[in-house]
Nanobody, 123 residues
Framework: QVRVVQSGGGLVQTGGSLRLSCAAS????????MAWFRQPPGKEREWVAS????????AYAPSVEGRFTISRDNANNTILLQMTSLQLEDTAVYYC????????????????WGQGTQVTVSS
């Protein structure tokens, strides 16, 4: 059984920083890469960033590029999301996700999701 467990998040003022972490375990998911998504209040879930495990190659949504950094710890199937210069519009529930296959990773399909963690940015 695959488990995806998140930690981190919380309340921060604009311009502040937060870090999220996520660990995947169990059989059935692809350790090829993982990703972060977020769902702002009243909006649909959106992709934030993803990372390939074998070379650490990251990809970011334009709205967070230059402010957020995704990294990984291959040995523990763990990813981190360091968020800096946080803005009001970054307020959302953040989700970590793992794909079932390598192909799913490249097609942005994720079957395994973390429990979600609230990030609130206040003025």
């Amino acid at each position: 059984q695959v488990r995806v467990v998140q930690s981190g998040g919380g309340l921060v003022q604009t311009g502040g920083s937060l870090r999220l972490s996520c660990a995947a375990s169990g059989g059935g998911f692809s350790a090829f890469g993982m990703a972060w998504f977020r769902q702002p209040p009243g909006k649909e879930r959106e992709w934030v960033a993803s990372i390939r495990f074998f070379d650490g190659h990251p990809a970011y949504a334009p709205s967070v590029e230059g402010r957020f950094t995704i990294s990984r710890d291959n040995a523990n199937n763990t990813i981190l999301l360091q968020m800096t210069s946080l803005q009001l519009e970054d307020t959302a529930v953040y989700y970590c996700a793992a794909p079932s296959t390598r192909s799913d990773y490249y097609h942005g399909r994720y079957d395994y999701w973390g429990q979600g963690t609230q990030v609130t940015v206040s003025s």
